[in-house]
């Protein structure tokens, strides 16, 4: 009983993620009480290492910066229609400059894509993009992020573009879209 009541405690504290980029490193803290799926979510993508480890920002804007589809399509197509609930109603953030929300197409349709804000996006709450975290170190790093293609190198979600990302990961996307930036690597700090 009291394991359980520490484990549940533990969950519901902030972390920090570092995600090492080809444009510097960046640091987002994830707090939990703001959307407890998608930070559980977060954690245990960012822990086996699955989309985020040598996986490209596909979608960069001025308003954004996506990520989170895996570089082996073999994983991509595994996790892709792993989806999670949306949030309940609760203590959440706002889609501010620097936050941090999971993508979506349908309710209750989150898997793995995540997008940094790269601007204020207020207009994306009433929509149900609720953040689960802001980046508290590097926002530099997330600025400088090669956005040339914009929306031709895969799109949102709800765009339809995406398949060929599915079906040749990396490989199609370097052969396409070869100024992309990578996430290199993602780590959960002590």
Do not use: C
């Not at 997008?115 to 926002?139: H, K, Q």
Request: aromatic fraction near 12%.
């Amino acid at each position: 009983m009291v394991l359980a009541i520490l484990t549940a405690a533990l969950a519901l504290q902030p972390y920090r993620v570092r995600l090492e980029t080809t444009k510097g490193s960046m640091v987002i803290e994830v707090v939990p009480r703001w959307a407890p799926r998608a930070a559980e979510r977060f954690r245990e993508l960012v822990r086996i290492g699955y989309y985020y480890d040598d996986s490209r920002f596909f979608r960069v804007t001025s308003r954004w910066a996506q990520f989170g589809i895996s570089g082996n399509p073999a994983l991509a197509k595994k996790w892709r229609g792993a989806t999670f609930a949306d949030e309940d109603p609760g203590d959440r953030s706002s889609n501010l400059r620097g936050s941090v929300a999971f993508a979506f197409a349908v309710p209750h349709g989150r898997s793995t894509q995540v997008f940094i804000n790269l601007a204020d996006n207020r207009r994306l709450d009433a929509e149900g993009f609720v953040p689960f975290g802001r980046v508290v170190e590097g926002m530099e790093a997330a600025d400088a992020l090669y956005g040339g293609y914009g929306e031709s190198s895969g799109g949102g979600i709800r765009g339809g573009k995406q398949q060929p990302l599915f079906d040749g990961g990396n490989v199609w996307l370097d052969a396409h879209f070869p100024s992309l930036d990578s996430l290199l690597r993602a780590l959960i700090l002590p």
